[in-house]
Structure formats: C-alpha cells, structure tokens
C-alpha cells in the first residue's frame, strides 16, 4: 500500500518519508502539549519567535480586543491607532534616531525592504555604489533578495542563477572588513550584518569590537549599515538589542521574531532620518513604492503594542539576560565542543570541526532529547537552546541535564 502524502507541505522538509515529531493541541507558556498526551518543552521558542512564553493572556487579550475593532484595513492612504502606537513605542526604544518604520511581514521582507530602502537611496543620493556586502555564515531569509545576502549553502544551491552579487567578507575579522572598505567602500550601497550573533549559521558569536569596527568602516565610506536583528532583537542576547553592545545606531534594522512575541507575523524596517529623507520629493519617483497586502495588519500591530508593555512590565530583557548564569554553570559532557552563550542563547558543537548542516547528529540528537521532553533542533552539528522568557532556571537546568546526558548517550562511539 503506499502512504498517503501529506497534504501540508512542511518546511525545509524532504516529505518522502517523513513522519511529524508530533500534533500540538495546545501550547501554554514554555510547554506543547501533543495529541497523544506528551508534553515538552520548548527549547527554541518555535523558531525563535516566541518570546514570552506561548498563549500570554495580555497578547491573547490585545489580539482578540483588535479583532473585534477592526480588522486588516489598507494603509496606503489611511492611518490607524495600532500602526501608529507601535511606530511610536518602538521608535522610542531602536537605537538612535532610527524613527521611520515601514511594515511587512515576516523577517525575510524586513530584509529585502532594507535591500530595497538602501539601494534606492543611494540611487538618489550617491548613484555610482553599486556593491551590496554581506558576511560568510550569515542568514537574512530565504527570499530571493534575503538569501542573496545569506552564505551559499546546501539549502540554497538550486537557486545559484537568481543571486543578486554580493560580495562576502570573513565573519568577526574587523581587519578584513577594514580593508575591504579601504579599498572598495566608496562603491558600497550597503553592508548587511547579524548584530553579535549569526544565529541560522550556527550560533556563532562575535564580540562587540567586530560590530562596532564594521560599523565604523561602513561610516567612513558612506555605506549604509543594515542590522539584521529578527533573530537576536528583543533581549534575546540580553540586551534589547544586538546593536546595543557596541553602541552601534544603523541606518536601517529589521525586526520580525520577536515583534508580536511569537503570536503573529510581522516584520518592520526601521530607518535614520537621512535614509527616509532621500525619498521625500515634488513626485512620485522618489518615493518608496513597495507594500504588501497585509501591511501595517492592526492585530499583529496591536499584539507588538502590548508585546513591548509586557517586556517592560515583566523586566523581559532582565529575565533573558540572567539565563546566562545558569548556563555558565554547566559542565560540558566529553564530546561537547565550543560550549557558548549569550543572554538567552546558549550553544555548543557536537563535532569538531564543524562539519556542516548535514551532519545527521543532530536529528539523532533531537530524537534522543524529545525522548525525555525536550523539543530542541540542532543545525547540523550544532545544539542550541533559545527558551521564551517564561521558562524557569529549574527548567532551564532540567533541559541542561537532558543536553548532558543525550551527548554522552548519542556520543559517537556509542553508536558506531
Ligand atoms: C529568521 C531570520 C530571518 C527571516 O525571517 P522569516 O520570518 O523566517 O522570513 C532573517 N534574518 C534572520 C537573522 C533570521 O534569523
């Protein structure tokens, strides 16, 4: 008999043979709850997304009190209180002057709005840059203009013909990047950058200095700095944002996971007054003439609104940032390689060196880890957790212990 296919056509899935890890019917705070009475937990926040915790009443409340209001409404030539709170409260806590939010909705179209913004306004300012510059290992989406700026890789290669040229300097070598710069950055439109973080490529950590050297350099040339900051935004590295360690301001950062707290998709491109400025003039032409369908949505805006009350009344990025002591306390089994953290993210090797995504240890891993209730999902060789806020130092520890003793359980001599 053959299996049936599924009708829902998973994610970065090959679906020959594949099999869901399970059916969530409910999920509340750190925990899924599945269909056949399982319940675990959370280790990476749904993707990353879910910042507090899942079904936080005061997000549920602020959805469902927009629903009834009004629901998508065009924001081409009206305004709205939802679109217009939230581009208040959240220009009010960006880096600097980034104060003029344009909408979308998801990360990868925060990222190509950002293309899109920066490559327009040198058009009309400066038309002779024609570079865009990205770092090896990055990760900005998986559309088109988003995995142009992303490493080349496995996932990516069918779609070699259709990249936008890019060129690619080493991550965290600010020297690298300064010479660069030195020689080719009165061509640059702009630079793309995962602040402190390359999350997708890895969990691989930069300090500050890299940042800030990257930022300088790009300043110096006239290039614009794009902050990537979907994945790390919103406390994730302990402080709201990846920028703020190095006291870096970008022309433009895009924002989407933790935007709405994980119950909506949403993305925003935050730019500087300069960048907004290129596009003011008598006509058209210069304007910005992008959109979406859904942009500016009033309940996914309405939902970011409370979102960043809630950070500020529950001292979310606080909660985010002191996850570090817990995972500084842990002892790394044999077998455990480059243990490293930051605020809420907490990652390590399973093979050194890091032979690359498709090293089948990790979905071993994963298997083995939600055998005792611990949802995690490696990439490639790479184990990391990135719980929602609501998670407990107790639990925290308890999904430590379960990383321990599933690294020594699937260890490599074991299983040969
Ligand atoms: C996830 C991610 C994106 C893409 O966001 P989507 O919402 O999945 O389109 C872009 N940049 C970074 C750094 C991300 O982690």
């Not at 581009?87 to 104060?99: C, H, K, R, W």
Request: hydrophobic share 50%; glycine share 8%.
């Amino acid at each position: 008999m053959t299996r049936a296919l599924p009708a829902v056509w998973h994610p970065f899935t090959q679906l020959q043979a594949f099999e869901p890890l399970g059916e969530v019917v409910r999920a509340e705070g750190a925990w899924l709850h599945l269909s056949d009475g399982r319940r675990v937990l959370d280790g990476i926040a749904s993707w990353w997304v879910n910042l507090h915790g899942h079904a936080h009443p005061r997000l549920v409340a602020a959805l469902t009190n927009q629903a009834a209001a009004f629901d998508q409404v065009i924001l081409a030539d009206f305004t709205h209180a939802p679109a217009a709170q939230l581009s208040a409260a959240l220009a009010a806590v960006l880096p600097g002057d980034l104060q003029h939010l344009f909408f979308s909705d998801d990360g990868s179209t925060a990222v190509e709005v950002a293309i899109k913004m920066a490559w327009q306004a040198q058009r009309l300012t400066d038309p002779g840059r024609h570079r865009l510059v990205a770092f090896d290992g990055s990760y900005h989406g998986d559309t088109v203009g988003a995995l142009s700026v992303g490493e080349k890789g496995p996932y990516t290669g069918h779609f070699d013909g259709l990249r936008l040229p890019v060129d690619f300097l080493p991550w965290d070598d600010a020297d690298a990047a300064a010479t660069f710069f030195r020689t080719h950055g009165h061509e640059v439109v702009a630079v793309i950058v995962e602040p402190m973080v390359q999350c997708a490529g890895g969990m691989r950590m930069a300090p500050p200095s890299f940042l800030a050297a990257v930022a300088q350099a790009a300043k110096a040339a006239g290039a614009l700095l794009i902050a990537d900051e979907v994945a790390v935004g919103f406390g994730r590295t302990g402080r709201l944002w990846g920028c703020d360690h190095a006291d870096v301001v970008p022309d433009l950062l895009c924002v989407s996971k933790g935007l709405t707290g994980g119950l909506l998709p949403l993305g925003i491109t935050a730019a500087r007054p300069p960048v907004y400025e290129a596009f003011l003039g008598a006509d058209k032409r210069s304007a910005f003439l992008h959109g979406h369908s859904y942009t500016g949505n009033p309940i996914a805006c309405a939902v970011a609104v409370e979102n960043l009350v809630v950070m500020r009344d529950e001292r979310t990025v606080e909660r985010l940032a002191a996850m570090a002591s817990v995972y500084a306390a842990w002892t790394p089994p044999p077998g455990v390689h480059h243990v490293r953290w930051l605020g809420s993210l907490f990652a390590f090797d399973l093979v050194d060196p890091d032979p690359g995504y498709h090293n089948p240890i990790g979905r071993r891993f994963q298997a083995a880890a939600l055998r005792h209730g611990l949802y995690v999902r490696p990439l490639g060789p790479v184990v990391y957790l990135m719980p929602p806020a609501v998670v407990t130092d107790d639990e925290l520890r308890w999904a430590l212990q379960i990383l321990h003793d599933v690294a020594i359980e699937i260890a490599p001599s074991r299983t040969a």
